[in-house]
C-alpha cells in the first residue's frame, strides 16, 4: 500500500517537526511574554501611583495659591511638583521603552506564526495532494471491501480512521493558528494606539514640567525682593519649633522616667514579698529618664517595630512633605538655618491622622498652642504634631493605620499642616527611614 506507507512516513516527521516547532515557539513566548507583561503592569502600577501624588500636589498648590501669605508654601510645593513630574517623565520613558519591547516581541511572535501557518498549509495541501492522488483507495467502503481477510479489513479501518482524525486536527490547528493570529494582530494594534497616547502624555507632562519651573522662577525672583522680611518672619518660627522641641523630648523624657520608677516600684514589691533575689519582669534596668526599661512584651513590640523600618505606613492618607528632616539653609532664603527633627506635610481640611503602627497612647498634650499627641511603640515613639481633634486617650492600645485625629491649621495660617516625628528613647530619628516611599 504505497499510499499509506506514504502518508504514515508524511504524518510522522509533519508531527515531529510540528510539535517541536510548537513546543520551542510556545515555551518561548510564554517566558518572554510573562517577564515582558510583568515588567509592564509594574511600569504602569508605577505611573498610576505618580499621577496620583502629582494631582495631590496640584490640588495642594491651587489651595496655597489662594492665600497670598502662603508664597513659601508654593514654592515648596512648586519643588515638589517639579520632582513629581520629572519622575513621571522617566515613568513615562521607561514604559514606552517596555512597551515597545513588547510590541517587537509581538511582531515577532506574529512572524512565526505566519511561518508555521504556511509550513501547516504547506503539508496540508501535500495531504490533499496524497489523497485525490490515491482516491480510488480512500472510498471508505471500497477501500475495505477491497481487503484480502478480515484482519487486513480491521488494519484499513484503523488506518483510516487514524487518517481522518489526523486531518481533522490538522485542519483544527491551522483554524487555531489563524485565529491566533487574529488575535496577535489586534494586540499589536492596541499596543500601537496606547503607544501613541503614552507619547502624547509625555508631551502634555514636558509641557506642564515647563509651566512649573517658569512659575517657580517666578516665585523665587519674588522672594528674594522679600527676603529680609521673610527670613525674620522663619527665624521666629525657628525659635518656636524649637522649644516646641525641647518641650516634645522633655514629655518624653518625663514619662520614660516615670515608666521606669513604676517598673522598679513593682519589681521591688515582688521581691520583698517572696523574700527572694529574683530577676524583675523588665529586660534592662534603667536609673535616668533617657532609656527606657522594656518588659518581655515591651521588648517584642520594640522588636516589630525595628523590623519593619522602611515599611511603615504614612501618618496621613494624602498630603506633601513640603519641609524634610534634619540641619540645613532654607532652599529659598539661604541665610536661614532649618533644624527640623522630623518632617513637615502640607495635606487638606479634615484629613484624618493614622497610627504609623500599633502601640500605646502614651500621652495627649497642648504645648505651646498645639496639640501633640505621642503613641509608644516599645523603646520607640511616634509624635504626631498639631492636631485638631484627638479620638483617643493616654494609655489606648492602637492599631496600624487607626484614626487617631484630624489635622489642624498651622498657627496664624490658612492651611493644614502635620509635624511627623519618631524617638527612639530620647534620641530623635530621621522619619524619611521608617516611612514607605513616596
Request: with cysteine; charged share 25%.
Amino acid at each position: 500500500m504505497p499510499f499509506q506507507k506514504k502518508y504514515r512516513r508524511h504524518a510522522f516527521m509533519s508531527k515531529r517537526i510540528v510539535v517541536i516547532l510548537g513546543f520551542l515557539l510556545a515555551t518561548c513566548a510564554c517566558m518572554l511574554l510573562v517577564a515582558q507583561t510583568k515588567k509592564s503592569d509594574n511600569l504602569k502600577n508605577s505611573k498610576k501611583a505618580m499621577e496620583a501624588e502629582i494631582s495631590n500636589t496640584q490640588k495642594l498648590l491651587e489651595q496655597t495659591r489662594k492665600n497670598k501669605n502662603t508664597q513659601l508654601q508654593q514654592i515648596s510645593m512648586l519643588r515638589q511638583q517639579i520632582v513629581n513630574r520629572e519622575s513621571l517623565i522617566t515613568a513615562l520613558n521607561n514604559e514606552l521603552f517596555s512597551l515597545e519591547e513588547e510590541l517587537a516581541l509581538n511582531v515577532k511572535l506574529l512572524q512565526e506564526l505566519d511561518k508555521k501557518l504556511e509550513y501547516m498549509k504547506s503539508d496540508y495541501a501535500h495531504v490533499v495532494y496524497l489523497v485525490y492522488k490515491n482516491r480510488k483507495m480512500t472510498d471508505k467502503f471500497t477501500f475495505l471491501l477491497s481487503s484480502e481477510n478480515f484482519t487486513q479489513m480491521f488494519r484499513r479501518l484503523r488506518y483510516y480512521t487514524i487518517f481522518a482524525n489526523d486531518v481533522k486536527r490538522q485542519v483544527a490547528v491551522i483554524e487555531a493558528t489563524q485565529e491566533e493570529i487574529v488575535q496577535k494582530n489586534t494586540q499589536i494594534t492596541q499596543f500601537k494606539n496606547e503607544k501613541s497616547l503614552l507619547l502624547s502624555g509625555k508631551e502634555q507632562e514636558v509641557r506642564r514640567l515647563e509651566q512649573d519651573r517658569t512659575e517657580k522662577k517666578k516665585q523665587a525672583d519674588d522672594l528674594q525682593k522679600k527676603e529680609r522680611t521673610l527670613a525674620a518672619d522663619l527665624k521666629a518660627k525657628q525659635q518656636k519649633r524649637k522649644e516646641l522641641d525641647a518641650a516634645i523630648k522633655k514629655a518624653i523624657q518625663a514619662e520614660i522616667a516615670a515608666a521606669n520608677a513604676k517598673k522598679q516600684k513593682a519589681a521591688a514589691a515582688a521581691k520583698a514579698k517572696s523574700g527572694s533575689s529574683a530577676t524583675t519582669a523588665s529586660t534592662t534596668t534603667a536609673s535616668n529618664n533617657t532609656i527606657l526599661s522594656l518588659t518581655p512584651e515591651e521588648q517584642t513590640l520594640s522588636n516589630s517595630f525595628a523590623n519593619n523600618k522602611g515599611r511603615l505606613p504614612w501618618p496621613v492618607a494624602k498630603g506633601a512633605k513640603i519641609a524634610d528632616f534634619g540641619s540645613y539653609p532654607h532652599p529659598d532664603i539661604p541665610s536661614v538655618m532649618i533644624e527640623n527633627k522630623g518632617i513637615d506635610i502640607l495635606t487638606e481640611a479634615n484629613v484624618p491622622v493614622w497610627c504609623i503602627f500599633q502601640g500605646e497612647v502614651s500621652g495627649v498634650m497642648d504645648i505651646m498652642g498645639t496639640k501633640v499627641l505621642m503613641v509608644r511603640h516599645g523603646e520607640y515613639v511616634s509624635v504626631y504634631q498639631n492636631m485638631a481633634s484627638v479620638n483617643v486617650k493616654k494609655g489606648d492600645r492602637v492599631s496600624t493605620k487607626q484614626t487617631l485625629g484630624t489635622v489642624a491649621k498651622v498657627s496664624g495660617g490658612s492651611t493644614y499642616e502635620l509635624h511627623f516625628e519618631v524617638w527612639k528613647n530620647s534620641s530623635n530619628l530621621n522619619p524619611n527611614q521608617w516611612l514607605l516611599t513616596r
